[in-house]
């Protein structure tokens, strides 16, 4: 049973452009949930989502960003009109369900906006 | 809101120490507490997780004690080693699922 699966792991992008994060949870798993670690600190909560719906997006900035989990493929993290302050690395974690489950996290997504 | 310290911030020791690394948090309504390393510019690896009907988790030279009411875990290294240079991270998960995250202790282990 392969791991979370996150790509890319490295992205690129100038400011202005827009990122795509992917996230591939493990098998079984229908709960995605995001972070995001800003350089010298912990990871901070982004959003939850089970597929085809958002659950939690409470720590999600209200512009520019955006999640989706498909009821087929990954999920979804989007960052329109990437800003260097977004430059951060994002995991995303995916669990079998809430409370009590181990949530299992991807090896992340290094974003870095020029 | 939930809120997690981790103290202290930074940990220097040399090889062969016994350690303790302390973690906090605001709202004792959690359903568990886990353990994670993490290497510079690498992902999570998970160390111990902790349910909280449960007060400690042991894993080779790694035992970990959760004392829910107070708000408090402590993650004990015996006989540290260089290899276990790291920042290691505490995270506590509510009953909506989603994680509150310390920012660290980083560890430093000289041969």
């Known amino acids: 049973n392969a791991g979370v699966m996150q790509n890319p792991r490295h992205l690129v992008r100038r400011r202005g452009q827009e990122a795509r994060l992917r996230c591939s949870p493990m098998?079984?798993?229908?709960?995605v949930y995001w972070y995001r670690q800003l350089p010298e600190e912990g990871l901070k909560f982004m959003v939850y989502?089970?597929?085809?719906?958002?659950?939690?997006e409470s720590g999600m900035p209200k512009e520019r960003f955006s999640a989706e989990f498909p009821k087929e493929g990954p999920s979804i993290l989007r960052i329109q009109q990437v800003v260097r302050g977004d430059s951060a690395a994002y995991f995303c974690?995916?669990?079998?369900?809430?409370?009590?489950?181990?949530?299992?996290f991807g090896p992340g997504t290094r974003l870095t906006v020029t | 809101k939930q809120e997690v310290t981790q103290i202290p911030a930074a940990l220097s020791v040399p090889e062969g120490e016994n350690l303790v690394l302390n973690c906090s948090f605001t709202?004792?309504?959690?359903?568990?507490l886990q353990w994670f390393r993490q290497d510079p510019g690498k992902g999570l690896t998970s160390l111990l997780l902790?349910?909280?009907?449960?007060r400690e988790q042991t894993s080779g030279r790694l035992n970990a004690s959760l004392d829910k009411s107070s708000g408090r875990s402590t993650l004990y290294i015996a006989a540290s080693q260089p290899g276990d240079s790291a920042t290691y991270l505490c995270?506590?998960?509510?009953?909506?699922?989603?994680?509150?995250f310390g920012d660290g202790t980083t560890l430093t282990v000289k041969p």
């Open positions: 974690a995916s669990s079998t369900g809430t409370g009590i489950y181990e949530q299992y």
């Open positions: 098998k079984g798993h229908s709960h």
């Open positions: 989502l089970q597929k085809e719906n958002i659950i939690d």
């Open positions: 709202d004792s309504a959690i359903y568990n």
């Open positions: 902790i349910q909280s009907s449960q």
């Open positions: 995270a506590v998960k509510d009953n909506a699922g989603k994680s509150t």
